[in-house]
C-alpha cells in the first residue's frame, strides 16, 4: 500500500496539538510544522511521535507550501490543529489509496462545533477548505498571506471524500476576539489596490453579517450561528479599516516640551 503523511500546522497550541495528532497516528508519517512556539507544542507533538520541523511564519500560503516539502511520502493528508480525523475518514482514506484513485486531489467535508452544537448553517456545514488529500506533487498552494488558495497540478478533476472530519474552531470567545484580529491584519495586504474608506469597512462588515446570518442560515444556529455572523461583521470591518488606517498615517498633533517660565 502506498505510504502517507500527515502534517499539522501549528503555533502555540498546546491545548490543541495533542487531540489533533492522536487522530493521525494511523498515518506512516506525521510532522507538525511549527513556527517557533514559545509553549510545549513542540516537546507534547514530538512525545507522541509526530516530526516537528519549525519554519518562520511569511502567510500561511507560504507555511503549506515548506509543510509540503517535509512530506516524505506519496500521499498527504492535511490537517489543522483545531480539526480532528474520524475513523471514518481514515478509513476512507486508506481504501482508496489501496486501490486505484481516480483523481490525485480531494476536498473533504468538515463539520464544525461551536458553542455546544454542531453546525448546520452559517455556510458551515457541509464546510470545505483547500484539498485535504492529495498526492505529493499533485498541487501547491497559492502564496496570500491568509485565505490561501491552491493550484491544481495533476491534470485531473478534484474529487471529494464522503466522510467529514470534525473541526473545533474555537475553545471561547476570546478566541473568536483573536482569530478576528489577527486574520483581519493578514488580510490587509488583499486590499493593497482597492480604494477604501471607513463608510466602505461598514458596507463591507455588514454585508458580510447579513450574507452568513441570513442568506446562509446562520440564525438556524441560535446564538452561535450570531457569533459567526457577527464576527465575520468584525473581520471584514476591521480588514478594511486597517487598510484605511495605512493610507492615512494618522499621526498625533506635534507638541514641544513644557517648561514652567
Same mark, same amino acid.
Request: aromatic share 14%; hydrophobic share 40%; proline share 5%.
Given at each position: 500500500?502506498?505510504?502517507?503523511?500527515?502534517?499539522?500546522?501549528?503555533?502555540?497550541?498546546?491545548?490543541?496539538?495533542?487531540?489533533?495528532?492522536?487522530?493521525?497516528?494511523?498515518?506512516?508519517?506525521?510532522?507538525?510544522?511549527?513556527?517557533?512556539?514559545?509553549?510545549?507544542?513542540?516537546?507534547?507533538?514530538?512525545?507522541?511521535?509526530?516530526?516537528?520541523?519549525?519554519?518562520?511564519?511569511?502567510?500561511?500560503?507560504?507555511?503549506?507550501?515548506?509543510?509540503?516539502?517535509?512530506?516524505?511520502?506519496?500521499?498527504?493528508?492535511?490537517?489543522?490543529?483545531?480539526?480532528?480525523?474520524?475513523?471514518?475518514?481514515?478509513?476512507?482514506?486508506?481504501?482508496?489509496?489501496?486501490?486505484?484513485?481516480?483523481?490525485?486531489?480531494?476536498?473533504?467535508?468538515?463539520?464544525?462545533?461551536?458553542?455546544?452544537?454542531?453546525? @448546520?448553517?452559517?455556510? !458551515?456545514?457541509?464546510? *470545505? &477548505?483547500?484539498?485535504?488529500?492529495?498526492? $505529493?506533487?499533485?498541487? +501547491? %498552494?497559492?502564496?496570500?498571506?491568509?485565505?490561501?488558495?491552491?493550484?491544481?497540478?495533476?491534470?485531473?478533476?478534484?474529487?471529494?471524500? @464522503?466522510?467529514?472530519? !470534525?473541526?473545533?474552531? *474555537? &475553545?471561547?470567545?476570546?478566541?473568536?476576539? $483573536?482569530?478576528?484580529? +489577527? %486574520?483581519?491584519?493578514?488580510?490587509?495586504?488583499?486590499?493593497?489596490?482597492?480604494?477604501?474608506?471607513?463608510?466602505?469597512?461598514?458596507?463591507?462588515?455588514?454585508?458580510?453579517?447579513?450574507?452568513?446570518?441570513?442568506?446562509?442560515?446562520?440564525?438556524?444556529?441560535?446564538?452561535?450561528?450570531?457569533?459567526?455572523?457577527?464576527?465575520?461583521?468584525?473581520?471584514?470591518?476591521?480588514?478594511?479599516?486597517?487598510?484605511?488606517?495605512?493610507?492615512?498615517?494618522?499621526?498625533?498633533?506635534?507638541?514641544?516640551?513644557?517648561?514652567?517660565?
Amino acid at each position: 500500500m502506498p505510504k502517507i503523511t500527515a502534517y499539522i500546522l501549528t503555533f502555540n497550541e498546546e491545548e490543541k496539538i495533542a487531540a489533533a495528532v492522536e487522530t493521525v497516528l494511523w498515518a506512516d508519517e506525521v510532522v507538525v510544522v511549527d513556527s517557533f512556539s514559545t509553549d510545549r507544542t513542540p516537546e507534547i507533538a514530538t512525545a507522541l511521535g509526530a516530526r516537528v520541523v519549525n519554519v518562520v511564519f511569511e502567510g500561511f500560503g507560504d507555511l503549506r507550501n515548506r509543510a509540503l516539502e517535509a512530506c516524505t511520502h506519496e500521499w498527504i493528508f492535511s490537517l489543522d490543529s483545531d480539526e480532528r480525523c474520524t475513523a471514518e475518514v481514515r478509513d476512507e482514506i486508506l481504501g482508496l489509496i489501496a486501490g486505484q484513485p481516480a483523481h490525485d486531489v480531494y476536498l473533504v467535508p468538515r463539520k464544525s462545533y461551536m458553542m455546544g452544537r454542531w453546525i @448546520k448553517g452559517s455556510g !458551515w456545514y457541509p464546510n *470545505f &477548505r483547500q484539498p485535504q488529500l492529495f498526492r $505529493k506533487g499533485a498541487m +501547491r %498552494y497559492t502564496r496570500e498571506p491568509v485565505h490561501e488558495g491552491f493550484e491544481n497540478l495533476s491534470g485531473k478533476p478534484l474529487g471529494t471524500l @464522503k466522510n467529514a472530519v !470534525w473541526q473545533f474552531p *474555537f &475553545r471561547n470567545l476570546e478566541e473568536v476576539i $483573536k482569530k478576528m484580529n +489577527r %486574520y483581519s491584519s493578514l488580510g490587509v495586504p488583499k486590499l493593497a489596490n482597492k480604494r477604501v474608506s471607513m463608510a466602505s469597512a461598514l458596507g463591507h462588515g455588514l454585508w458580510s453579517f447579513f450574507k452568513h446570518y441570513v442568506m446562509k442560515r446562520g440564525f438556524l444556529d441560535g446564538w452561535a450561528g450570531f457569533v459567526i455572523a457577527f464576527g465575520n461583521f468584525e473581520g471584514t470591518f476591521y480588514r478594511y479599516a486597517k487598510r484605511f488606517e495605512e493610507t492615512q498615517k494618522w499621526q498625533p498633533p506635534k507638541s514641544g516640551p513644557i517648561r514652567r517660565d
